[in-house]
Nanobody, 125 residues
Framework: QVQLVESGGGLVQAGGSLRLSCAAS????????MAWFRQVPGKEREFVATISLSGGNTDYADSVKGRFTISRNNAHNTLYLQMNSLKPEDTAAYYC??????????????????WGQGTQVTVSS
């Protein structure tokens, strides 16, 4: 049974930092490209960042480029999202996702087979 479990969310002031983690089990982690998405109530889930199998290739939404860093540790089956210079508009539930079919990762929700349950990030102004 595949499980993706996010952690690290919370309440932070604007300009602050948070580090999200996503612990994976039940799959061969190194054979899955990974991504972070986020969602605000009433809006569609949107792409944040993606990372390739080895971690050598990454891609970011324009809204987070230069502030967020996605990384992975295949030995520990864990995905990370370092979020710096947080803004109130970053407030959302953050989800990790895994796909076996796009080695370099993908921006498209439909490409992802497995999803975590989400962790809430709230940035106060």
């Amino acid at each position: 049974q595949v499980q993706l479990v996010e952690s690290g969310g919370g309440l932070v002031q604007a300009g602050g930092s948070l580090r999200l983690s996503c612990a994976a089990s039940g799959l061969t982690f190194s054979t899955y490209a990974m991504a972070w998405f986020r969602q605000v109530p009433g809006k569609e889930r949107e792409f944040v960042a993606t990372i390739s199998l080895s971690g050598g290739n990454t891609d970011y939404a324009d809204s987070v480029k230069g502030r967020f860093t996605i990384s992975r540790n295949n030995a520990h089956n864990t995905l990370y999202l370092q979020m710096n210079s947080l803004k109130p508009e970053d407030t959302a539930a953050y989800y990790c996702a895994a796909t076996p079919s796009r080695p370099n990762g993908s921006r498209w929700r439909s490409e992802y087979r497995y999803w975590g349950q989400g962790t809430q990030v709230t940035v106060s102004s």
